[in-house]
Every structure is written in C-alpha cells, then in structure tokens.
T-cell receptor, first 112, second 115 residues
Framework: DQQVKQNSPSLSVQEGRISILNCDYTNSMFDYFLWYKKYPAEGPTFLISISSIKDKNEDGRFTVFLNKSAKHLSLHIVPSQPGDSAVYFCAASSGAINKLSFGAGTTVTVRA | GAVVSQHPSRVICKSGTSVKIECRSLDFQATTMFWYRQFPKQSLMLMATSNEGSKATYEQGVEKDKFLINHASLTLSTLTVTSAHPEDSSFYIC???????????FGQGTRLTVV
C-alpha cells in the first residue's frame, strides 16, 4: 500500500527555468515531509523538509509547498542548474521523524 | 553531512545461500538504523527499525526469520538475507540517525541479485 506517490517518473527542464516536482500522500497522520536527492551510486541526501504546521518552506533555490487539504506537496527548484539532475524522492513521516514512507522518485534532467 | 557506509555495493549470490550487508556510521554514533528495500520502479519500503542493543522492529509483511538484523554496536548494523531466493533480488539501503528526531543519513545501498 503506497502511501506516498510521485506520479511523474521523469521531468526534463531547461537550465535556468523552474523545476516543479509533485507528490501526493494518502495518510492524514503524516505530519512531516521531506525531499531527498539521489545521484547514481550514492545514497539519498536530505534536501529540504516541511512540518504540517506550515504551508511553505524556502531554502535558497528550493521551496517546498504543502497543501494539507489536498494531501499534496511540491518542490520548486529555481533556477534549475545542470547539477540538479538527479532522482528526487518525496518522503513523509508520522511521529517518528526518521521512519519514512517514500515515493518512487522523479528523475530530473536539466538541459543546458 | 555525516557519513554512512554500506557494504557491499553489489552482490550476486546463489539461490539458497545467505548474504550479509553491513551498514556503518563512520563519524557519529547511530542509536537507530533503518533498513529499506526498493524494487524496480517502486518506492523505498521500510523493512525494519533497529536500535542498538535491542531486537529490531519489523514492518508488517517482512519476515524477521528471513531478514536477520543485528545492531550490536553504535556504529554497525547488519542485515542478513537468509536462504535467498530470486524474488529477494532488490536494492537494499540503510539509514542511520544519532537520535530519533534528528536527520537520518543514508548509505549508498546494496544491489542484491539472487541467481
């Protein structure tokens, strides 16, 4: 039973433009959401997170938006850079911050 | 960030044999480690949570006798896939955290192929 879904397996965007990654969840008990970035042959690395008490969190080029009523969150990367090309995972937790439910990932390719 | 090392990165084994995967926190003491599995085109799925010095807690549907987890020290957890079968072929990845509510760091993962 997949509680976190990333319906777009891939995204291609031109350098300098905005990348928007989407994530939907079904478990209303989730109260903490994270985005991870993964390069080939490496483990996922933490990118940005948001608590359910907020609807937006910004860190440099990365902004995460949370819409609790729609059970939807998104990650915006602007401007996109070639080094952003990676797989991005959406994750969520309920209570225990590190016990995570993951989406299947979205592969982002930034074209020069 | 902190470093978590997983070994081996790839392993091929014969059906019926056992395989051990190690997860080490190199520069911090990991009180809790998590083991995940990912099948192709699917999410990382949590298999079990292991706390140093105690028995692992397995997620529903994960056979504890098949996936043996040991967390005997604050820097090492091992996952042993016993009597492996081709359907156990998957990507296994661990994460480690110093305290329950701090960021977890992931290992590089292990690609297991059972032939």
């Amino acid at each position: 039973d997949q509680q976190v879904k990333q319906n777009s397996p891939s995204l291609s965007v031109q350098e300098g433009r905005i990348s928007i990654l989407n994530c939907d969840y079904t478990n209303s008990m989730f109260d903490y959401f994270l985005w991870y970035k993964k390069y080939p042959a490496e483990g996922p690395t933490f990118l940005i997170s948001i608590s359910s008490i907020k609807d937006k969190n910004e860190d440099g080029r990365f902004t995460v938006f949370l819409n609790k009523s729609a059970k939807h969150l998104s990650l915006h990367i602007v401007p996109s850079q070639p080094g952003d090309s990676a797989v991005y995972f959406c994750a969520a937790s309920s209570g225990a911050i590190n016990k995570l439910s993951f989406g299947a990932g979205t592969t982002v390719t930034v074209r020069a | 960030g902190a470093v978590v090392s997983q070994h081996p990165s790839r392993v091929i084994c014969k059906s019926g044999t056992s395989v051990k995967i190690e997860c080490r926190s190199l520069d911090f003491q990991a009180t809790t480690m998590f083991w995940y599995r990912q099948f192709p085109k699917q999410s990382l799925m949590l298999m079990a949570t292991s706390n140093e010095g105690s028995k692992a807690t397995y997620e529903q549907g994960v056979e504890k006798d098949k996936f043996l987890i040991n967390h005997a020290s604050l820097t090492l957890s091992t996952l042993t896939v016993t009597s492996a079968h081709p359907e156990d072929s998957s990507f296994y990845i661990c994460s480690a955290t110093a305290t329950p509510n701090t960021e977890a760091f992931f290992g590089q993962g292990t690609r297991l192929t059972v032939v």
